[in-house]
């Protein structure tokens, strides 16, 4: 069986901060698909990343980047220098079906970035 | 473009009533998937349709949860009679062959049942 566990339930962080949210997965699958999204207040969930099991190079979007590492099954999300627009709930995800991306949702970190 | 639109935004009703909720995915993709999102549960994905068509519906909770895609704009889930337990926020997410494996997310439907 798959699962993912977040088990930061929110954090709390002044403007500027860096923040690492946490994510650690389980699957027995070689080949899997971890995702990020993002929930911000208006509700609907937007994607940040793709990353499959075979390419354990970390990425970099701007402020945004992504640890993954096999050895340890977790997939982090690191926010430098965090604004308040950062603020919302992010869920870490996982696949094991590539061609129907049927996700499998952790519960989710709050982020609160404070000016 | 318009994204993945949803109706109503919020439905407020009784237990026993029957609820329709309503997803228009992205126009051009052919996967529609309506997950539900509860505090107890988080996200769990209900139904998914490719190219209309039924795939998997293995979380569907029980009989009293019906979903169906008539075309390829278009799709309802419906709930009869509907629960107190049933009351969530049910998402329909759509995404196209061969892209990255984004979803697109609709603004969700929240439901609560009295």
């Known amino acids: 069986a798959q699962k993912v566990t977040q088990a930061q339930t929110e954090i709390s962080v002044v403007e500027k901060e860096d923040v690492t949210l946490d994510c650690v997965y389980e699957?027995?699958?070689?080949?899997?698909?971890l995702f990020w999204y993002k929930q911000p207040p208006s509700g609907e969930l937007v994607f940040l990343i793709r990353?499959?099991?075979?390419?354990?190079q970390n990425e970099i979007s701007g402020r945004y980047s992504w640890n993954f590492q096999k050895s340890t099954s977790s997939f982090n999300f690191t926010i430098t220098a965090s604004q308040v627009v950062d603020s919302a709930v992010y869920f870490c995800a996982l696949s094991v079906d590539s061609w129907t991306d049927k996700l499998i949702f952790g519960t989710g970190t709050r982020l609160q970035v404070f000016p | 473009d318009a994204g993945v639109i949803q109706s109503p935004r919020h439905e407020v009703t009784e237990m026993g009533q029957e609820v329709t909720l309503r997803c228009k995915p992205i126009s051009g993709h052919d996967y529609l998937f309506w997950y539900r999102q509860t505090m107890m549960r988080g996200l769990e994905l209900l139904i998914y349709?490719?190219?209309?068509?039924?795939?998997?519906d293995s979380g569907m909770p029980e009989d009293r949860f019906s979903a169906k895609m008539p075309n390829a704009s278009f799709s309802t889930l419906k709930i009869q009679p509907s629960e107190p337990r049933d009351s969530a926020v049910y998402f329909c997410a759509s995404r196209g062959t061969g892209s990255t494996g984004e979803l697109f997310f609709g603004e969700g439907s929240r439901l609560t049942v009295l």
């Open positions: 990353r499959n099991s075979f390419d354990e």
């Open positions: 349709f490719n190219n209309n068509v039924p795939i998997d």
């Open positions: 699957t027995r699958d070689t080949t899997y698909y």
